[in-house]
């Protein structure tokens, strides 16, 4: 072996990064014990491989905290996100349910419909004859109760051409099993008329003649101007459970399912329901306007609106 | 044929990140295991910076190991970053205890006392920082690559474009010839 070894860059090298053996080592050791210019050039190779790994060291921890920073920075926040997604999920799932997108609504208000209700006592189809007017209107417009609780959650009747539209691409829904053309329309179970009439009677009372009397002759008028516009309507009731699919949404917004169907002049409305009883009830149907029309069930009135196809005028 | 990386578990995509240099592999170690470490350091007197400071040098560690083909697998990543973390957290704290802070009104250090050996060391290896850092950018490839990753010459030739393993010894000479040129010129300008 060369007396310097240290003369050999390599070896030093090899020494200072350890790849050479033990015995090759310890063999280099002996010499630097009585050589210090050798030891002087280990040190100076050793303090260069000590710099050169703490600067890259350095390099090395600066770039991970500025990757460590950067995928911070980008990171998704989960928990924002997640909580975000639900509260859209639930927003889109309110309103597809209760439609708050889509088509316009066509809408008769309550009180319009109920406007209409005192001229039933005139009907000329009125199938209880010895009752008139306010008490016949009375016993009309009182709700039955299981259906007064849903009735009363409505302040307006809203009657979608949606839902129209949606049936008609369901004629197979038919739950008659025929081919006739059918429409699907929704009923709206008035709320109590009589109480309009009971609150404005009571008003009047407290205020005296003079107005109780303006106010019954415009009743009178009102009912006097009502078009008598009765309709040829057959009325079938079938159980709520033999509604199609594609129309239980109607349910759940407490409206009354209806199968409308019409050859002619004549008009069959079959109502889906439970809580109406027409097994043996005296039923009438008064048009209203052109494209409304109510059906009065014993102690219930249930409003239609018909956009999409005019009633036939007799 | 290589494996897809799919089918390997986290840690093996992880240590083959490092192999391939990628050092986003670190960055997603440190997040993996931020937490645990974290924990540990604040349970034992330290912060969170003091944590995320020990985690960065075990994780220097880990890269040190793979790359220069000195890592072994025999526990998960985590868990060896966190020995690491430990040892060298107890031995800060050793340190603490050794050395109480001074009080306030204490006489400041005596001149005349021998330097602490580890300050001069550190000096040193500060110049060499110094030196690099002025160095262009091919010799600091070279030298990292040489004296921190330990690489073979035929690498170094293969990863820096160099025509054979010769070329690139010849310019590691050169290298290590201009840093001591720029290590000694510090040192003068200190002394001076």
């Known amino acids: 072996m060369n007396e310097h070894w240290t003369n050999d860059p390599d070896l030093v090298e090899n020494y200072v990064l350890g790849t050479i053996s033990q015995e090759g080592r310890k063999a280099l050791e002996a010499h630097l014990g009585v050589c210090a210019s050798c030891m002087e050039t280990v040190a100076r190779e050793r303090l260069m491989k000590q710099g050169v790994r703490s600067y890259g060291r350095r390099l090395l921890k600066e770039r991970l905290k500025t990757m460590v920073d950067q995928r911070e920075r980008r990171a998704v926040p989960w928990p924002h996100v997640v909580s975000i997604a639900a509260a859209l999920l639930i927003i889109v799932g309110l309103g597809l349910t209760y439609r708050w997108w889509g088509e316009e609504e066509v809408t008769v208000r309550e009180e319009d419909i109920a406007a209409e209700i005192p001229s039933q006592g005139e009907s000329d189809t009125a199938v209880e004859p010895g009752k008139e007017g306010a008490e016949k209107l009375a016993e009309e417009s009182k709700p039955a109760a299981a259906t007064r609780s849903r009735a009363r959650r409505e302040t307006e009747i809203a009657v979608s051409p949606s839902a129209l539209r949606e049936v008609e691409d369901q004629k197979e829904e038919s739950p008659g099993g025929g081919s006739e053309d059918f429409r699907w329309i929704s009923g709206v179970i008035v709320v109590s008329p009589a109480r309009h009439r009971e609150d404005a009677d009571a008003a009047l009372m407290m205020q005296g003649g003079e107005p109780r009397a303006a106010a019954e002759h415009n009743l009178r008028k009102r009912e006097k101007s009502a078009v008598s516009n009765e309709q040829e309507v057959r009325i079938l009731q079938r159980p709520e459970h033999e509604l199609p699919p594609g129309q239980r949404f109607q349910l759940k917004r407490a409206l009354i399912p209806t199968m409308f169907r019409q050859t002619g002049d004549r008009m069959e409305l079959t109502l889906f329901s439970d809580t109406l009883g027409l097994e043996g009830q005296t039923v009438r149907v008064r048009r209203i306007s052109s494209d409304s029309l109510l059906v009065f069930i014993d102690g219930s009135t249930v409003a239609y609106k018909i956009p999409v196809v005019p009633m036939p005028s007799r | ?192």
């Open chain 2, 1 to 192: 044929m290589a494996l897809p990386l799919s089918f390997l578990g986290k840690d093996a995509r992880i240590l083959d990140m490092i192999r391939r240099g990628d050092e986003q592999g670190l960055a997603l170690l440190f997040e993996e295991t931020r937490r645990q470490v974290v924990g540990y350091v604040l349970a034992h007197h330290g912060s969170q910076e003091d944590a995320e400071d020990m985690l960065q040098d075990a994780l220097i560690i880990l890269w040190e190991r793979v790359r220069s083909g000195r890592y072994e697998y025999t526990s998960r990543l985590a868990t060896f970053l966190l020995g690491i973390v430990k040892n060298r957290w107890l031995r800060v704290l050793a340190g603490r205890r050794r050395e109480p802070l001074a009080p306030a009104d204490a006489d400041p250090p005596d001149d005349a006392e021998p330097a602490d050996e580890a300050i001069v060391e550190e000096e040193r290896v500060a110049v060499v920082r110094r030196a690099m850092e002025q160095m262009d950018d091919v010799c600091r490839k070279v030298l990292l690559m040489f004296y921190w990753e330990e690489r073979s010459m035929e690498d170094i030739a293969k990863a820096l474009g160099f025509s054979n393993a010769a070329t690139a010894k010849s310019k590691k000479y050169q290298c290590k010839k201009a840093l001591e040129r720029l290590m000694r010129s510090f040192q003068e300008s200190e002394q001076s």
